[in-house]
């Protein structure tokens, strides 16, 4: 399975100023309370999309009132986006109605299916796909969701929490000027905000994580990666042309080559640019997650390399 690059499509025109109302979003597919499926359009793609997807993984589906398959295809996808009981919550958009969505995204055809991850844009497939393909789609997002940090699970839509299930709690107040800045696409902020909570909690793992996501996501957010890649080929020693594939690489769920491209890169250096080389590593097994076992390989391997 292929991603695309997370960030590769602007959103920024569809973010609404923090103070204006947004009206709740409408329709959920099943009945009863219990499903994760709602209706969006442009008033509440920020609120309900963008800023539901920093908790947990969001689906968008594209489609058209006017296509014949249309409605079959939103109940096939609102059923498996159901079975998989908050994981995932799957916005749906007309794009009859809200064109500005389809534009964002730039949509050729419905229906068109993308992930958002941490208000990054992932995109799945363009047109019908079986129930198998799509569940092979969907499990694949939620792994490389999980690579990020990002394992939350969404509220059924107008039900209330599954018993022995606690409400979801609220943002720490501390991360709101550092999140603002993040959700308006400002990253020198954002991530000057977070250097500054570091120093203040220096032992905080939360902060940590959220620096090294923030950061690895302003290096990626313009990257081209076949460009990246040419440059990384043409010159094996030039370590940032190295570390940019690697982030590149993270962010498609191609963590192990980003892992060995890095580990190859320190057993060829030395001084301050190994130095370099080590702390992007780091900061990348942060991004990853310390727990992860690619990590905890990568993380031998590093010493080796190192001692």
Known sequence: MTFSRPGAIDLSALKQPANRPSPAA????????????VDIDERTFQTVALEGSMSY????GLWSSRAPQGAAFNDL???????YAGQILLARVDVDASPQ????????????VAGLVKGQPVPLFQGAVDETEMRRYFDELVRLAAENGLTGRAQPVGGAPA??????????????AAEEAFMASDFDTAVAEYEKL???YPADVEVAERLARVKWLSRTKNADLQSARKAAADDPDDIEAQMLVADLDVSGGNVEDAFLRLIDLVKRTSGDDRETVRE???ELFT????ADPVVMTARRALATALF
């Open 101 to 112: 969505i389809a534009q964002a995204l730039n949509v050729q055809g419905v229906p068109f």
């Open 198 to 200: 570091r120093v203040q």
């Open 287 to 290: 991004v990853v997650g310390i």
């Open 77 to 83: 996808l609102g059923r498996v986006v159901d079975s």
């Open 280 to 282: 992007r590593l780091l």
């Open 57 to 60: 993984v969001v689906v968008l």
């Open 163 to 176: 018993e022995g299930e606690a409400e979801q709690e609220p943002e720490d107040p501390r991360f709101a």
């Open 26 to 37: 409408g329709g959920a597919a099943g009945a009863g309370g219990g499903s994760y499926v």
